[in-house]
């Protein structure tokens, strides 16, 4: 069953109506199979961070936490500031403090963009083949249509105009990052015909035989971010997903329009996150840190995935490992449930993801270690 476009059984009405169970409630026997096995599951299908929260981090939370007042929803002038010195420091982008804006998560942005950019009925979104659910469901909660493509120019054929075209380098699932010139390629499209871009870039810092690009920096954008949101997390930077911190920056004329909806509508990054978010954005020792554990553990995992049969895709950065046996992906499943692994099926992922799975670096050294073991036995 795909989680993507599969329907469900359960009743329900308003924003939910329409929309497939939860992809990860799928999983519930390939868990139960998993965790009989002696020792336990090992948890590979989520990625989320297992690695301590950074002392930086912690102590700034300490410090702000007598915080009585609301938030400003555009965040602190400290924090835009902050956002601004990172992406030209970091991605070599120029943007100004104007132009940024915390989200509660990228998550949440990423389910809620089409909406806030009053997308509905007669709008059509473009996402990657192989997708973050994510995507296809905020297309259904705006009520707009859903196109799943990676070649845009098929588009013209087919004489699709989309309104908003989502990108993802590096990609999750596949770990893929699109080259500059690839993605200078797709921006200059969907210019041409008057859709806006957001580049889902969640997983830049991780680059391992690849390294990613924003479609901020000039060689993709050119001297100007018009028509351009960049989504960026610190939940894998800097093990913060626990604290629901985040950041969309581009074009200044859309940021202010999601500024004033999210106005409206109380979305609030608490006043303590976004002291967090600033202590943290100032340190890349404890991302250095990170990027080290997670880059042990793809060594350990990845030969022994390949010495049982496994081929491995793209997965030139990020946090997952994408790999198929040619089968099924829920034959796959089914296969590392009974060693007592679970993973994410393709068929989260789409049609084009339906023969792979996806393993998460984020679990212990111990889990990933036993994960090794058990395929090797």
């Not at 015909?193 to 997983?203: L, N, T």
């Amino acid at each position: 069953m795909s989680a993507t476009t599969s329907t469900t059984s359960t009743t329900r009405r308003g924003l939910g109506a329409g929309l497939p169970d939860f992809p990860w409630d799928t999983l519930a026997g390939a868990r139960a199979t998993a965790n009989a096995y002696p020792g336990g599951v090992v948890d590979l299908s989520i990625g989320t961070p297992v690695d301590p929260t950074p002392e930086v981090a912690q102590r700034a939370l300490t410090e702000a936490a007598d915080s009585p007042g609301y938030p400003l929803t555009s965040g602190t002038p400290a924090l835009r500031q902050a956002l601004a010195d990172h992406l030209d420091r970091r991605w070599g982008a120029a943007v100004l403090p104007e132009a940024t804006l915390p989200v509660i998560g990228s998550k949440e942005l990423v389910a809620w963009l089409p909406t806030l950019l009053g997308l509905g009925a007669g709008d059509v979104v473009v996402y990657p083949e192989a997708a973050y659910p994510t995507y296809a469901a905020g297309v259904q909660l705006a009520g707009a249509t859903g196109v799943a493509c990676d070649d845009l120019t098929r588009l013209d054929a087919e004489g699709v105009r989309p309104a908003l075209v989502w990108l993802n380098s590096p990609s999750n699932p596949t770990g893929q990052v699109l080259p500059a010139e690839v993605l200078a390629e797709r921006v200059a499209w969907a210019r041409a015909h008057g859709a806006i871009v957001a580049s889902d870039e969640c997983y830049g810092e991780f680059g391992w035989e690849a390294d990613p690009v924003s479609v901020l920096h000039p060689s993709v954008s050119g001297d100007s971010h018009d028509g351009l949101l960049a989504l960026f997390s610190l939940s894998k930077r800097s093990n913060l997903a626990g604290y629901r911190a985040g950041f969309v920056a581009g074009d200044p004329a859309l940021v202010s329009e999601l500024l004033e909806v999210r106005k409206h509508i109380g979305m609030l990054v608490p006043r303590p996150v976004q002291e967090v978010m600033v202590a943290v954005l100032a340190d890349t020792a404890h991302v250095e840190e990170q990027r080290e554990r997670y880059a042990s553990r793809r060594a350990r995992l990845r030969p022994a995935l390949e010495a049982v049969g496994f081929t491995v895709h793209h997965s030139e950065a990020g946090l997952y490992l994408w790999a198929t046996r040619g089968e099924g992906s829920r034959d796959t499943l089914a296969w590392l449930a009974e060693r007592g692994i679970l993973v994410a099926p393709g068929d989260f992922y789409g049609a084009a993801a339906e023969q792979f799975v996806r393993f998460a670096l984020t679990a212990t050294d111990e889990r990933v270690d036993a994960a090794v073991e058990r395929l090797r036995a």
